[in-house]
């Protein structure tokens, strides 16, 4: 059984940084892929960053290159570092795991609880 569980949110005020961390147990064999999503109230779910769990490609959204960097660690923890947060950044955060990198969130495989991050001006 895939269980994925979130840490690392929290409150900062705009421009600080946070570090999200997604404990995975119970791999299955179609993994290959893990994902940091996010959610605002009131809006669709959208993918901030994907990780490519063997090639350890990752790509990261246009609205949040060059401030989050996904990144995995030898125990298939994954973790997002996210820099110079914005305030409409506040959203419930997400990490997944799937069978490959999709952009449509219903495509993969299994979700974590979720952890909330909130950004004030």
């Known amino acids: 059984q895939v269980q994925l569980v979130e840490s690392g949110g929290g409150s900062v005020q705009a421009g600080g940084s946070l570090r999200l961390s997604c404990q995975a147990s119970g791999y299955t064999y179609s993994t290959n892929c893990m994902g940091w999503f996010r959610q605002a109230p009131g809006k669709e779910r959208e993918g901030g960053a994907f990780?490519?769990?063997?090639?350890?490609?990752t790509y990261h959204a246009n609205s949040v290159k060059g401030r989050f960097t996904i990144s995995q660690d030898y125990a298939k923890n994954t973790d997002l570092e996210m820099n110079s947060l914005k305030p409409e950044e506040t959203a419930m955060y997400s990490c997944a795991e799937g069978s490959a990198c999709y952009f449509a969130p219903d495509r993969w495989d299994y979700w974590g609880q979720g952890t909330q991050v909130t950004v004030s001006s």
């Open positions: 990780i490519h769990t063997d090639a350890g490609n």
